[in-house]
């Protein structure tokens, strides 16, 4: 596959923060990258949609008024440095002001307004007139402004409110008291991920979904449309033609089984991808890529093309110092994933939020194993949880549903937080997940109270490594046996069914000798070597035990006070060359579930 995106260069100006292609499995060459400097004004007594301040008098005069920075930098968040702002205090809501100018050409079809992500619940105005709201901090959305444009100059404001103290609105690892503290970071508010035009035909393509069917060497793609009476779909590995496909549409969909004349499997570390061109015969084309490889499950691993694979994989939160959220170039989203790799891990756990789809493409084209979760840290005691997770978590999950890195949805983590945790909530956000995605394992929560789950997975901190022998050792002695190490009162209504186990969370040994604060689970070894004998020994009790399926190691960085990472929070290194030589030693041995 080619590494550069169609449109890149004229779409996004030399310049442009983050003028990547946002969306690699559904590319246009129309489209044009909105990032950039913006008209912004902070709403901290939330009344602007009082005053009317879509209209462009009314936000221009609060502006002028304001104290406050009145530009950022778009697609970075008001907390963060790379905004030209930094403001980390409570932001009740925000708005955003950007002129674009259109041609006759570009508004001659569709014009669709596409925001990765914006925190938290956002309203958007074209020419003074609303075009849409949309709920939800981490899914990608977008609106048909068709009827809202014209050619020449035109004005889009988006209001954001954001309420991380709600205690209903998912908020991940963002922090609901004024300081950073524990396993909780800085907020992020507003516009966090690409905004951006596209420009389609009248009828066009919508969406495509692409299941692998190895067994019969087969992508089984699913399309949706707007218009248009059929579709072809055309396979291409190493630029040969490998399959192509035409059907009719029944409606606005269409479902096709296009059969490859070469398979090749996307794997760990060799990935295997194809091209896709997928064309509606009105001529709206689309291109996109897909990985040949089943997921599957035995009762002791999980089995990739159908062998067994021991989960080498490291918690990733994908905070960094500059842009918080958001990563500050495309290349630093691949290098993350290169710094895990070169430490003997294949995978990655993309930890208690929703992770731009660009973190998603770089693993499908380096072969890393990822699982997908979602942003807790809301009530699961009633109903109202349903409301609030399961539009986002449902558009997430259809967003991401191709890329073949994805080997396993976790839709929680550690439910065992909350006071008074409603099992029907849990059930319904696993059921829902299985109905939308019946080709990978689901995980109800992970680490958390198991009520339906298709693995078991587990978060233990023990830093002795002779206790954690000692205690998974008693999986070898009573098969129906399962270690639950934290939190027994709550997690007593577990029911073992079997499953392979994983040990999802481990480690998080605190490492720092030049800070004065932070923190990290157990005492901090005196000495790298001890360091280093802890890593071995615990991830060694691990990888030889055979009911053991996977490790999922806490973390890959840094992040603020939380000091537990691999590397710093700035990626540099934490240790010694040699020290990182034998962390990928005790990671590259050979696991039990492996012989």
């Known amino acids: 596959m080619n590494d550069r995106l169609p449109g890149k260069t004229d779409a996004a100006p030399a310049g442009i923060p983050r003028p990547e292609y946002p969306r690699p499995q559904f590319i246009r060459e129309g489209w044009m990258n909105l990032n950039g400097q913006w008209d912004f004004f902070f709403d901290f007594g939330n009344s602007g949609i009082d005053r009317g301040l879509w209209e ?52 001659s079809g569709r014009v669709l307004l596409h925001f990765g992500a914006v925190d938290y619940h956002s309203v958007v105005w074209i020419n003074g007139e609303k075009a849409g709201e949309h709920t939800g901090g981490y899914a990608s959305f977008a609106f048909d402004i068709t009827k809202l444009v014209k050619p020449g100059e035109n004005t889009v404001v988006l209001y954001a409110e954001d309420d991380n103290r709600s205690g209903i609105q ?9 300081e950073s503290n524990g396993c909780d970071y800085t907020r992020t508010t507003g516009i966090w991920q690409t905004v951006w035009l596209e420009f389609t035909p009248e009828e066009a393509l919508t969406s495509i979904r692409i299941t692998p069917d190895v067994a019969t060497s087969a992508a089984l793609i699913d399309v949706e449309t707007v218009g248009g009476k059929a579709v072809e779909a055309v396979a291409f590995y190493d630029g ?28 760990v570390g060799k990935p295997e991808l194809y091209d896709l061109t997928v064309a509606l015969d009105t001529g709206d084309t689309v291109k996109s890529y897909f990985g040949m490889r089943s997921v599957a499950l035995s009762d002791k691993a999980l089995l990739l093309n159908g062998r067994p694979v021991f989960m080498r994989t490291v918690l990733d939160q994908g905070f960094n110092p500059e842009g918080i959220y958001t990563a500050p170039s495309d290349d630093f989203l691949r290098r993350d994933i290169e710094l895990s790799m070169a430490l003997g891990m294949n995978g990655a756990r993309l930890h208690q939020r929703v992770f731009e789809e660009r973190t998603l493409y770089w693993a499908d084209r380096l072969g890393y194993l990822v699982w997908g979760e979602y942003a807790n840290s809301f009530t699961l005691g009633d109903g109202r949880s349903i409301g609030y997770f399961l539009p986002e978590w449902m558009e997430t999950v259809k967003r991401d549903y191709s890329h073949p890195a994805i080997i396993g949805w976790a839709p929680q983590n550690e439910s ?21 995605d019946r080709t990978r394992p689901v995980i109800d929560a992970a680490g958390g109270v198991h009520y339906v789950t298709d693995m078991y997975d587990i978060h233990d901190y023990e830093q002795d490594p002779a206790k954690l022998k000692a205690c998974y050792d008693k999986m070898l002695e009573n098969p129906a046996f399962v270690p639950n190490p934290l939190h027994q009162e709550q997690l007593k209504n577990n029911v073992y069914m079997g499953q392979p186990v994983w040990v999802s969370e481990y480690g998080g040994t605190f490492w720092n000798p030049d800070a004065a604060d932070g923190w990290g689970y157990g005492n901090a070894p005196k000495t ?25 190691y806490t973390q890959l960085t840094d992040i603020e006070q939380e000091q537990n990472g691999l590397y710093k929070y700035d990626r540099s290194k934490k240790f010694s060359d040699a020290i990182y030589e034998g962390i990928r030693k005790a990671n590259t041995q050979r696991a039990a579930i492996e012989k």
């Open 416 to 436: 065992y937080w909350s006071k008074t945790i409603d099992p029907i909530c849990q059930k319904v956000f696993y059921e829902v997940t299985k109905e939308m």
């Open 240 to 267: 040969r033609e490998a399959g192509r496909a035409k059907i009719p549409l029944t409606g606005s969909r269409a479902h096709m089984e296009l059969k490859l004349s070469e398979l090749h499997l996307w794997d």
């Open 528 to 552: 790298e070597k001890e360091f280093l004998e802890r890593y071995t020994g615990l991830t060694t009790v691990l990888m030889q035990n055979p009911r053991v399926c996977g490790f999922c």
């Open 170 to 178: 998912p908020c991940g690892k963002q922090c609901r008291q004024y």
């Open 56 to 107: 462009e008098q009314a936000l221009t005069d609060a502006m002028a008024k304001s104290p406050m920075p009145t530009t950022i930098t778009v697609p970075f968040c008001p907390e963060s440095r790379l905004s030209g702002i930094g403001y980390t205090d409570w932001i009740a809501a925000v708005w955003y002001r950007r002129r674009f100018t259109l041609n006759a050409a570009q508004t």
